[in-house]
C-alpha cells in the first residue's frame, strides 16, 4: 500500500510564493510520472504540471513561467514551487503519481489528500 502526504499548503497574497511537497511512502513499488492537480471552486480538476521518471515536464498555460515541478527520486517526493501566485491560483492541490508494484506490470495512479493553496488580493 502506497501512502501519499502533502504539505506546504497555505494563504498567501498575490506576488507571494508557496512549495507543495508529495510524498509517497510503502514498500514494493516504484514511482513513474508524478503530477500536481487542482480544483478551484466551481471549476473542474485540471492537470497543473507533471513530470515523467526521465524528467520531462510540462504545465498547464496558465502557469507556465511561474511554477516548477521537480522530483526527488531517492525520497519519492515531488515538488511543486509556485512564485508570482495570483488569486486565481486559488484551489485544492492534488498530488497524483503512478505507482508500479514490483509484483506486476500494471501501472496505478495513487491520490493525496489534497492540501488548499489561497491566494489573496
Known amino acids: 500500500q502506497v501512502n501519499l502526504v502533502e504539505s506546504g499548503g497555505g494563504s498567501v497574497q498575490a506576488g507571494g510564493s508557496l512549495r507543495l511537497s508529495c510524498a509517497a511512502s510503502?514498500?514494493?513499488?516504484?514511482?513513474?510520472?508524478m503530477g500536481w492537480y487542482r480544483q478551484a471552486p466551481g471549476k473542474q480538476r485540471e492537470l497543473v504540471a507533471a513530470?515523467?521518471?526521465?524528467?520531462?515536464?510540462n504545465y498547464v498555460d496558465s502557469v507556465k513561467g511561474r511554477f516548477t515541478i521537480s522530483r526527488d527520486n531517492a525520497k519519492n517526493t515531488v515538488y511543486l514551487q509556485m512564485n508570482s501566485l495570483k488569486p486565481e491560483d486559488t484551489a485544492v492541490y492534488y498530488c497524483?503519481?503512478?505507482?508500479?508494484?514490483?509484483?506486476?506490470?500494471?501501472?496505478?495512479?495513487?491520490w493525496g489528500q489534497g492540501t488548499q493553496v489561497t491566494v489573496s488580493s
Open positions: 497524483s503519481v503512478e505507482v508500479r508494484y514490483y509484483s506486476g506490470s500494471n501501472v496505478y495512479r495513487s
Open positions: 510503502g514498500s514494493d513499488f516504484s514511482i513513474d510520472a
Open positions: 513530470i515523467t521518471s526521465g524528467g520531462s515536464t
